[in-house]
């Protein structure tokens, strides 16, 4: 017998649908860029709503064709190369509304060979911009299907094109010819300007004397402008990766022209893996310097499980908004859109804090506190690993040092169908990880009606949620 029937008040709150963020429109006045490319005067980076995280991964026979166009004539044309004897799994299109336009990403004003394009999640970027992200499977499937092997050409309008800088199409196949099994992981969101970090998880360690491994990656970035004679200065992006120097000279307009609205580069087809062949080396006014595409081979190690990627804009004017991972070993990552870490301030006369980051609601009591305490709530990716671990609920709530001087509740909300094999649901308990290890919080308890596994505790850190 549980000893509640019910969760408070604020709990129910966020399980019947109240959001602590709404991450889907920007405001501001417009302010076009007078130079290709460029930061206009007096206006400074935003704060983005959410940097690089996957949002697509897929396991199989599998191969990736990633394409992009930038164009601020009527129509232009994305392609997409077919393997022989493939057929579309998945289609994905991301776009990226023109840096300091104002402009948010509506449906409809895409189109793919005629049908509207709708947005399932449009975040704010860093230059005053938009991101979009859509399924555009139904969209494009049957015509590539049919088609033969080869380049497929798909027809891209927009409308109002000046304010669209272009899109990224990105197709999944399931390819016969492929013998073993691969994984397509694809990343989406807006990084920060001044710097911001994504990584990506392995489920098994690195074997680089596998001579059949692949890790190839290439990154999407709009708003970026490096041919000489038309561009302003030191537009590129730095990546490090686990802190070595990827490239020092990401972004331009491969895939566009050197005019607003049309600057938009990913790596994909008809692009290397061999370029920079200097990591550090400057800018040289063609934009084709650096395709975009890279080989994470030499930045790893047999025995590594991740890989830790840090990108910088100095210019503070480019927008990285969308990424691809096509590997030959299995990628462990957390395929749910993220949701940016949520900060709450709460003295002594106690509060409620309701966190959609995590499905977490924490209930302070008056007198547990003395003195203001500002928490941020965030999801945990890569938990510690436990057979009866429910994925995708760990959280972690900072600062882990906050002491109560009266215990405190903890509910988070878990998805029934992410149960471990054999494990019930009315078994489930709230977990903290105490010195690397899942301990069960005293008293926890479980409601299966609202899926939510709770606890009283007088510390916060890392909780999760685990069978018993």
């Known amino acids: ?58 396991n199989g026979q599998l191969s990736l064709s990633v394409d992009g166009i930038g164009t601020n004539v009527a129509t232009g044309t994305i392609q997409v190369e077919k393997p022989d004897g493939a057929t579309v799994r998945a289609a994905y299109l991301a776009a990226a509304s023109t840096g300091f336009s104002s402009h948010t990403l509506a449906d409809g004003e895409i189109t793919l060979d005629g049908a509207s394009v709708s947005f399932e999640r449009v975040v704010t970027g860093a230059i005053d911009n938009t991101n979009g992200w859509a399924n555009v499977t139904p969209l494009v499937k049957s015509k590539i299907d049919a088609a033969p092997a080869g380049r497929v050409d798909i027809t891209v309008a927009e409308t109002g094109t000046t304010n669209i800088d272009g899109e990224i199409l990105a197709v999944i196949f399931d390819d016969p010819a492929e013998t073993a099994s691969n994984t397509v992981v694809l990343f989406f969101g807006a990084q920060q300007v001044t710097g911001d970090d994504f990584s990506i998880d392995f489920a098994e360690p690195l074997d680089t004397s596998d001579p059949d491994l692949v890790l190839d990656l290439g990154l999407g970035i709009s708003f970026g402008c490096q041919r000489t004679g038309f561009c302003g200065p030191n537009q590129r992006s730095i990546i490090d990766v686990d802190g070595d120097r990827l490239t020092s000279i990401a972004g331009g307009e491969d895939d566009g022209s050197a005019e607003n609205g049309a600057l938009l580069t990913v790596g994909g087809l008809d692009d290397s893996d061999a370029n920079p062949s200097d990591p550090n080396a400057a800018l040289n006014g063609d934009p084709r310097q650096d395709d975009e595409l890279y080989s994470l081979l030499p930045f790893v190690s047999s025995g590594d499980q991740s890989i830790a990627l840090h990108t910088r804009n100095p210019s503070n004017d480019d927008n990285i908004f969308f990424a691809s991972l096509f590997t030959t070993v299995i990628a462990a990552v957390d395929t749910e859109p993220a949701q940016p870490p949520f900060t709450q301030t709460v003295g002594p006369s106690g509060g409620t804090i309701c966190a959609a980051a995590c499905k977490l609601s924490i209930v302070i009591p008056a007198g547990a506190l003395a003195s203001n305490v500002t928490f941020t709530i965030r999801h945990t990716p890569s938990p510690v690993a436990d057979p009866e671990l429910v994925e995708s609920s760990a959280c972690d709530i900072e600062p882990a040092d906050t002491r109560f001087l009266r215990p405190i509740e903890i509910g988070i909300q878990y998805d029934p169908s992410a149960l471990p094999e054999g494990v019930g649901e009315e078994s489930l308990r709230l977990f903290q990880l105490v010195d690397g290890a899942w301990v069960q919080v005293p008293g926890s308890g479980v409601n299966a009606s609202t899926h939510v596994a709770w606890g009283v505790t007088s510390s916060v850190g890392t909780f999760a949620v685990l069978g018993t």
């Open 1 to 58: 017998m549980m000893k509640k029937a019910a969760f408070p008040l604020p709990l129910v709150l966020l399980l019947a649908g109240v959001a602590c963020h709404d991450a889907s429109t920007v405001s501001g006045p417009a302010s076009p860029a007078p130079v290709l490319g460029l930061r206009p005067a007096m206006v400074s980076p935003q704060a983005t709503t959410s940097g690089l995280s996957p949002i697509v991964t897929e």
